[in-house]
């Protein structure tokens, strides 16, 4: 099992790039089966995640070309109609193609994610909307399996706010017939990184990134050529990286307008921010300052950096308060924290942290992304060694994270 071996207690000092953003390379992959033409994408993230959604794509039958740090993706006939349990089982972002498949060919066969580490996360609000678009659902065998002669546009509003469902509905409503309003829409920059795609493939969409986007469906859609955003998640753990070690980190290649949640609350417990253009550098006090932190939809604070404060915020002078309003069940890195020293107390979605001196290295595992993401930043801030196991889920989200680490002067590495 693969283990990352950390040394803690050095300050973090330098630049880092920040890498292209999962959360929109999916999609992004996803979307390509809209069209037999060529789709040029730029700064393409090297993940586990890709990886996967790449395997689902060319069972397909999409043709991917790795170029200059992108890739070349095609589909100029689909082969397949199903994604299969095997792999939606390990990434449940592989439902995205539900809806492209369905727009492109009228049909699509896609395994029930079920439930996962962090909580169930149905794909319910995608089901129903694909039904207001003309769509047959039918659960069968673990599967839901999809029929449309032609998706016809409509108005959906969204009982909840959810990204893939967005993500979803939007790419099949840009080949439906007429116009589709959806409502309660995800606003997160991912969401309009998709957007921004389609609409360079020759789709009609106003408002992405607003709670209300409208899209004119489309006869066909072309090839074109897309950069991916920065991964703000990224970011904002590199973030609280220099902040937790007291050190001085300068990310590369960021935008701040994405990281508003993430600034606000470094500052309030005590770390100095700057942004630029393109660029963010935060110095880590001495000691955090105790903040209380609630997730919410974006432009709130992410879920996905919830652990990653919990980290910092166990170090702070007082006691601090997180809520936690997505997910019911994305706590459970704080039992391997408080194998670190952390005094954390837990009950249904709120978590009462009574910030320590220091943590104290030990062996930890990770439960998921984001934990084994916080269970590192604890690593580094921590005396002595701290061996973080099941890095898996850490390779599914984060590009290379130790070598960029140690390029910051963090006692790193990979063992086997």
Known sequence: MTSLEIEGGVPLRGEVAVSAAKNAALPILAASLLTEEPIHIENLPRLADVRTISRLLQGLGTEITEADGGAVVRTPRLTGHEAPYE?????????????????????????LPGGCAIGVRPIDLHLKGLERLGAEITLRNGYVEARARRLVGTRISFDLVTVTGTENLMMAAALAEGTTLLENAAREPEVADLAHLLIAMGAKIEGAGSER????????????????????????????AGAITGGEVTLRGAIPDHLTAVLAKLEEA???????????????????????VITNPYPGLATDMQAQFM????????????????????FMHAAELRRLGASIETEGN????????GYQGAPVMATDLRASASLVLAGLAARGVTTVSRVYHLDRGYEAMEVKLAGLGARIRRTR
Request: without cysteine.
């Open 311 to 330: 980290a910092l915020l166990g170090l702070a002078d007082g006691t601090s308060v997180i809520t936690e309003t997505i997910f019911e069940n994305r």
């Open 87 to 111: 792999l939606v089982s390990t990434m449940r972002a592989s439902v995205l193609v539900l809806g492209p498949l369905l727009a492109r060919s009228g049909r699509a066969r896609v395994a």
């Open 350 to 357: 709120r978590a009462v942290v009574r910030g320590v001196r």
């Open 270 to 292: 005590g770390a100095a921010v700057q942004s630029g253009e393109d660029r963010v550098r935060v110095r880590g006090p001495e000691r955090p300052r105790p903040a209380d």
């Open 213 to 240: 986007v409208e899209i004119q469906g489309v006869s066909g859609l072309g090839g074109a050529r897309h950069r991916i955003i920065p991964d703000r998640i990224e970011a904002g753990t590199f973030l609280v």
